[in-house]
């Protein structure tokens, strides 16, 4: 694909989605009824939903798509493994043991999001630890964060047996993906961390580009443990941040680093930003389809991208069966 | 190997004789009225506690599931509605179990797998189906007389809650986090209606569905009414931003409470319809 094309599609796509995002829901409004909002306007009520609702809702699914496809297309290069996700170090199952103890235990809405960031912060502690004082890296880091994501899950589990049905409706709401801004986060902090981890991340390109080649590589290319350490934890906050903002959502990291790099190649000084610009669109174009699909119910935005995910990845393994 | 088949066939018949046989031996029977004198009954439905008690039978309950208002006794907890203790209930000797095809999770398998005599509550839409079912139960308890007199008490009070001039547009909120609301194929729907409001989901297939908030925005009913204070306080702040919707507006959100919508007995359907038209008399229009 030519530069010109790239940079097109680079620049279209979010529009579309953003376009998308606003105008979608349980009733179709034009974007351009926001100006009725302007200070003389006559603000309707279509157009206060909007931008009062859909807004934020949009800002949010863009950013939390792109912390988890930047963080997917890290941890896929430092891995050397298609299948790794933003959620391989157990962030995800962290976040869930901290909710599902925060709701049962009548927390409130600021706390429960607290214990939530809290859970992904003591996965990502507990994997630094075992690659930074156990020497841990490569498979035996994927095999931990497996190992503590079964932890976590059955701590959920033995939560969830003893937990009332209500409490765990609530749980399962947000462990399937819950893009409902319900105002308890501080959203332009956790945005501006994104930001900030992301560009951070993107600095790194040139490293992830070794390592992505293997460890015995990198190593000798000057690329030290402790380079790499930060090249994780920076993925692992991104998916922590992400799933702060929007709970679980599930094959976003997984699936739009490899259309990522189909179109960019391995190179991460363009994988990183495309991860970025898909990951939110993508997200964005999923949350939107998932509010207008079936009106006046709400589909978890996870429900619709592990649907996308699912088919996608059927159709690689098919495309690639020789290989695999 | 069409020999090896029928051996086969024959070890299939044999298995299925074997359960015929083993159900026959430990199968259960749903109860029906005047069959039997019945003196230990275990409730696994706070409704179906909340209706023996109704009907003066609370000593009979030996056994009941967790959260029983208005229910004073000592019957033994066997478990939540949800997940009850088979091997308690059984301990218990009980002669009727009782269950609620309304608590969607709950069915008589347990009940039919042990052998224990039952009664299954039917699912209930209005104020004659939860009467309906209140006089089975209290034909089965030996109280068919008490409860018509009951049932009647309870329907000279409905008759006398007051109903707005104006029927308000009104959306019930089982639960805000998610956005439950509950529509005509709920009996909370039919207490809507017997107050006088008009349901604004009351079209939607599911009993109870969950709603995105912008269906709860765009729909724009005269009030919202939660069941739980604490939803009602929670609405008020997530949403005082939305000047442009009515209920918001006009601060026409409220709370009914979890003392009786949550149970579906003559006595609570009465309470609640009572608490939603008094609730409706406080409602602002421009």
Known sequence: MNKRLRLSALLILPLVALTAGLSLGSEAVSPLEIFSCMPGGDCTLRAEVVLKLRLPRVIIAMFAGAALSVSGAAFQSVFRNPLADPFITGVSGGAALGISAAVITDMGPAAVMAMAFGGSLLAIVMIYAFSAVRGITGSGLVLSGVALSFIFSSSVMLIFAMARSEDVHRIIIWLMGDLSYQGNIPVTWICLSILAAMFILFMFHRHLDIISMGRGFSLSSGVSDFELRVVILLASVLAALAVLLGGIIPFVGLMVPHLARMVAGPDHYRLVPLSAVAGGSFLVLADAFSRSVIVPYEIPAGVVTGFCGGIFFLLYVIKNRPEI | ?286
Do not use: H, W
């Open chain 2, 1 to 286: 190997m069409n020999k090896s088949i029928s051996g086969y066939n024959i070890f299939i018949v044999i298995f299925i004789a074997l359960l015929f046989l083993l159900f026959s031996v430990t199968g259960g029977s749903p109860a029906r009225p005047g069959s039997g004198s019945i003196k230990r009954v275990v409730s696994l439905s706070s409704s179906l506690t909340d209706q023996v008690n109704d009907l003066g039978a609370a000593d009979m309950l030996t056994g009941v599931t967790m959260f029983n208002p208005g229910y004073r006794g000592n019957a033994v907890v066997v478990g939540s509605y949800v997940r009850p203790d088979m091997e308690r209930i059984i301990a218990l000797r009980p002669d009727i179990v009782l269950v609620s095809d309304e608590d969607s999770i709950q069915n008589s398998g347990p009940a039919l797998y042990f052998g224990l005599r039952f009664f299954r509550s039917g699912r209930v839409f209005n104020f004659d189906d939860i009467c309906r079912g209140y006089m089975q139960l209290a034909g089965i308890l030996g109280r068919g007389e008490y409860g018509e007199q009951r049932v009647e008490l309870y329907r000279q009070r409905l008759e006398l809650v007051k109903r707005p001039l104006r029927a308000p547009r009104v959306v019930f909120l089982v639960s805000v986090k998610p956005l439950i609301t509950a529509s005509g194929s709920s009996y909370i729907n039919s207490i809507i209606e017997s107050a006088g409001g008009i349901n604004v989901f009351k079209n939607e297939k599911s009993a109870y569905p969950i709603l995105g908030l912008e269906s709860l925005l765009l729909a724009d009913p005269d009030a919202v009414i939660t069941m739980m204070e604490g939803d009602r306080d929670f609405l008020v702040t997530r949403l005082k931003d939305y000047s442009r919707v009515r209920f918001i507006r006009n601060n026409n959100i409220f709370s009914s409470g979890d003392g009786s919508i949550p149970y579906y007995t003559p006595g609570r359907y009465v309470e609640a319809v009572e608490t939603i038209s008094l609730l409706f008399a406080g409602i602002k229009y421009e």
